[in-house]
């Protein structure tokens, strides 16, 4: 079956360590997204990829970084540098369309991330 | 700039009573609208989406959505919901200068028997 992965689905951090979010499809989407979710919040942007070597910046970029070197992977990485890192992280991906993303999204399951 | 909010943040309703999730949005282009709904603990599932078309809009589990221009609302509905309907459900947006979808806070939908 197609779909997204995401790893760990549970992670704790101590305060000042770098932790990476795996994010995996097989879908064959060009697109990929980073998502936090918050309680009463939403989800906010962090960062996107509309294609392989290339990724721009969300609503919440600060303190994250990403890479996309290959088509099926986008690996988030939340740095000592983010202030609030305790969140539910959502990957998903997209197909694109004429050159921008067809709009519907396909998610993973999610990461829990804990700062203690 | 593209947004939406949704007015509720938790809507309980009774089983098998009629229900009514409102999204407002605002955008200054033509957009495309989404309602996904998200389980405990788990990642988002795609209720149904507008993009063109009708404006009466059908989607999974016997949800349908409106999608009204003149008051630039996107609000989902359910004639009977069942206990298993209780979720949070997230209104999106995405409009042809962006190349990510925007989504509202989210609303709870609790259902009681």
């Known amino acids: 079956d197609g779909g997204i992965t995401q790893s760990p689905k549970y992670l704790f951090r101590k305060e000042g360590q770098n932790v990476t979010l795996s994010c995996e499809q097989n879908l064959n989407h060009d697109a990929m997204y980073w998502y936090r979710q918050d309680p009463g919040q939403g989800l906010r942007l962090i960062y996107y990829s509309q294609i392989v070597n290339d990724f721009q910046k969300g609503d919440i970029a600060e303190g994250y970084s990403v890479s996309r070197e290959k088509k099926e992977s986008f690996p988030l990485t939340v740095t000592s540098a983010q202030k609030n890192p305790t969140a539910f992280y959502l990957c998903?991906?997209?197909?694109?369309?004429?050159?921008?993303?067809?709009?519907?999204?396909?998610f993973g399951e999610g990461s829990r991330l804990t700062v203690l | 700039a593209q947004s939406v909010t949704q007015l509720d943040s938790q809507v309980p309703v009774f089983e098998e009573a009629p229900v009514e999730l409102r999204c407002n949005y605002s955008?200054?282009?033509?957009?495309?609208l989404f309602w996904y709904v998200q389980y405990p603990n788990q990642g988002l599932q795609l209720l149904l989406k507008?993009?063109?078309?009708?404006?009466l809009v059908k989607g999974i589990n016997g949800f349908e959505a409106e999608f009204n221009k003149s008051q630039t609302s996107f609000h989902l509905r359910k004639p009977s919901v069942h206990i298993s309907d209780t979720a949070e459900y997230f209104c999106a947006v995405i409009d042809t200068g962006r190349r990510a979808l925007t989504f509202g806070s989210g609303t709870r939908l609790q259902v009681q028997p």
């Open positions: 998903a991906s997209s197909r694109r369309e004429g050159g921008r993303a067809a709009g519907e999204l396909f």
């Open positions: 507008y993009l063109s078309g009708s404006t």
């Open positions: 955008s200054s282009v033509s957009v495309y």
